[in-house]
T-cell receptor
Framework: DAGITQSPRHKVTETGTPVTLRCHQT?????MYWYRQDPGHGLRLIHY???????DKGEVSDGYSVSRSKTEDFLLTLESATSSQTSVYFC????????????FGPGTRLTVT | DAKTTQPTSMDCAEGRAANLPCNHS???????VYWYRQIHSQGPQYIIH???NNETNEMASLIITEDRKSSTLILPHATLRDTAVYYC?????????????FGTGTQLKVEL
C-alpha cells in the first residue's frame, strides 16, 4: 500500500468549531488531494495541491481551506464546522506525470453535531 | 471531462468473469479511461487505465471499443473480495493535476 496516513481517523465536533484534518505521505509525490464522500454521491474534490505552497480549488471548496508547507503534509481546515460538512474525507496522492494513478488514504470520518 | 454512465449494480458468481460496462459517448481524443474500485469504507483503489488499446494487468483487463464510446472492465475470475463499487472515470491527459471526477459507480456483488 502507498504510504498515506490520515489523522484523526474519526472525529466528532460541534457546529462552529474549527477542525483540521491531516494527510501525511511518505512517497514524495508532487500532487495531493482532498475529497469528501457522502451517501448517494461519488467522491467530490475539495482542494488539491501541485507542490509546496501551491494549491487550487476543487468542485466543493466552499467552507474549506488547505495548506501545504512540506511535501509530505497536506492539511484540510474547516474554519467553522457545519452539519453539512459531516462526511468521510479521503486524501489522495499522485506523481508528477499527467497519466498517473491516484493512491488514497484510509479516510477520516467527521461528524459535526 | 466527458460524462460516464454505468449500471447501478451487478451480480456475479464467484469464479466467473465479471464484465462491467461503461458508456462514455462524448469522450474526446485526449481523454483516458480510468477504473477505480472502492471496497466498503476503504479509500478507492486504482485498477487500470487506457486510451484506445486494450490493456491488461494483474488485476483486470480493459476493453475499449474502436470508436472509444464505451469500455468494459473485466475481472477474469471474480472472488468475494472483488465485491466493491467500481468507478469508470474519463479525464484528459492535460495539466492541472490528475483530478478525478467520480460518479456513483457500479456496485458489484460477487456471490457464492
Amino acid at each position: 500500500d502507498a504510504g498515506i496516513t490520515q489523522s484523526p481517523r474519526h472525529k466528532v465536533t460541534e457546529t462552529g468549531t474549527p477542525v483540521t484534518l491531516r494527510c501525511h505521505q511518505t512517497e514524495n509525490h508532487r500532487y495531493m488531494y482532498w475529497y469528501r464522500q457522502d451517501p448517494g454521491h461519488g467522491l467530490r474534490l475539495i482542494h488539491y495541491s501541485y507542490g509546496v505552497k501551491d494549491t487550487d480549488k476543487g468542485e466543493v471548496s466552499d467552507g474549506y481551506s488547505v495548506s501545504r508547507s512540506k511535501t509530505e503534509d497536506f492539511l484540510l481546515t474547516l474554519e467553522s464546522a457545519t452539519s453539512s460538512q459531516t462526511s468521510v474525507y479521503f486524501c489522495a496522492i499522485s506523481g508528477a506525470g499527467l497519466i498517473t494513478e491516484q493512491y488514497f488514504g484510509p479516510g477520516t470520518r467527521l461528524t459535526v453535531t | 471531462d466527458a460524462k460516464t454512465t454505468q449500471p447501478t449494480s451487478m451480480d456475479c458468481a464467484e469464479g466467473r468473469a465479471a464484465n462491467l460496462p461503461c458508456n462514455h459517448s462524448t469522450i474526446s481524443g485526449n481523454e483516458y479511461v480510468y477504473w477505480y474500485r472502492q471496497i466498503h469504507s476503504q479509500g478507492p483503489q486504482y485498477i487500470i487505465h487506457g486510451l484506445k488499446n486494450n490493456e491488461t494487468n494483474e488485476m483486470a483487463s480493459l476493453i475499449i471499443t474502436e470508436d472509444r464510446k464505451s469500455s468494459t472492465l473485466i475481472l477474469p475470475h471474480a472472488t468475494l473480495r472483488d465485491t466493491a463499487v467500481y468507478y469508470c472515470i474519463v479525464r484528459p491527459n492535460t495539466g492541472g493535476g490528475n483530478k478525478l471526477t467520480f460518479g456513483t459507480g457500479t456496485q458489484l456483488k460477487v456471490e457464492l
